[in-house]
């Protein structure tokens, strides 16, 4: 692994500024999903018209910079990301966070690092260390912290939705891991975000019918509706990004965007929503930023370095 390299001040600060934005866009998703289930939306009707947005969004940008779809066996993961990174995480999202604070699944979010790390075993791209060990265990604390206390929750049947909550990290961390290793196939993150919603809607459509949760996009709007746009765009721009720094910096360093998502996720949550949490929540959230902390299988210096030859890089956006 080699160390830093000289080169402009700008170009080694800009991962970190697209993780910095990253986080506050993604967190504010979260209370949004908490707004657009609010009056009984189900989750395949919901994934149906985030994808359909985010879709139009990816489009015109695919229009504007004259990108051409993908072609042949590079729908193959598309295909995977739809899976992996939309409607099985995004439905268990819906899901978890109509029955648990916003907050909490925003705090839950951070486990994706620590999630990727045993992930990264198995696909053989890390080795094992004591310290991540020791992050993957604050980070089980962290969520028996908000599981076992009665006073951690509103409720005290909340608990059993937590495990639902934590699908949604485990499927992004796959994702991850899946990009990092494999690479987008001569795809960049706008055409592979935009291929992965096509084939999402194609999914999500039929599912929405079949399960009677189909939503009516017809105006007169309210809170949800908007909640949802809003959420569908900021998931669109913000997703291509993390994609393209999956490739510029490596997959545990656009991982680390769970430390900014889960701050933002509770500070959004706050504010939009008016929610406040117990001490054991806010020791949770103590012991889950310590894990990511401990989960450091790339030095940050050499994880903002562009990806060596023949390690898998997404092109520019």
């Known amino acids: 692994m080699r160390s830093p390299g000289p080169g402009p001040r700008g170009a080694r600060a ?15 998703t979260v209370p949004f999903a908490k707004i657009a289930v609010s009056t009984g939306y189900g989750p395949f009707g919901l994934i149906v018209w985030q994808l359909v947005i985010g879709s139009c969004v990816l489009g015109t940008l695919m229009l504007v910079t004259g990108r051409r779809l993908p072609r042949g066996r590079s729908w193959r993961i598309c295909l995977a990301i739809s899976l992996v990174g939309s409607i099985l995480p995004n439905t268990a999202s819906f899901v978890a966070v109509r029955h648990l604070p916003a907050g909490v699944v925003a705090i839950l979010l951070s486990s994706v690092p620590m999630l990727a790390f045993p992930i990264a075993l198995a696909l053989r791209t890390d ?52 990009v990092g290793k494999w690479g987008t196939m001569g795809l960049d993150p706008i055409q592979l975000l935009f291929g992965a919603s096509l084939i999402g809607i194609c999914i999500a459509v039929p599912m929405g019918l079949i399960s009677g949760q189909w939503i009516d996009p017809l105006p007169p709007w309210g809170a949800p509706d908007y909640a949802l746009m809003a959420s569908a765009a900021i998931s669109a721009l913000v997703y291509a990004s993390y994609v393209w720094l999956i490739g510029r910096a490596g997959s545990v360093f656009a991982a680390q965007v769970s430390y900014l998502v889960t701050g933002a996720g509770v500070l959004w949550s706050m504010v939009l929503l008016g929610e406040r949490f117990s001490s054991w929540v806010w020791a949770a959230l103590a012991l889950m930023l310590c894990g990511l902390a401990l989960v450091q299988p790339r030095g940050a210096a050499e994880a903002c370095q562009p990806a060596r030859a023949g390690e898998p890089s997404v092109e520019s956006i």
Request: some cysteine.
């Open 14 to 28: 800009a991962p970190y500024a697209i993780l910095l934005a990253q986080g506050i866009g993604w967190g504010a």
């Open 127 to 178: 080795r094992f260390g004591f310290a991540r060990l020791g992050g993957l265990l604050c980070g089980l604390a962290g969520v028996a912290l908000i599981a076992l206390p009665g006073a951690s929750l509103p409720g005290p049947g909340m608990a059993i939705w937590l495990p639902v909550a934590l699908v949604a990290p485990a499927f992004y961390a796959l994702e991850s891991n899946i």
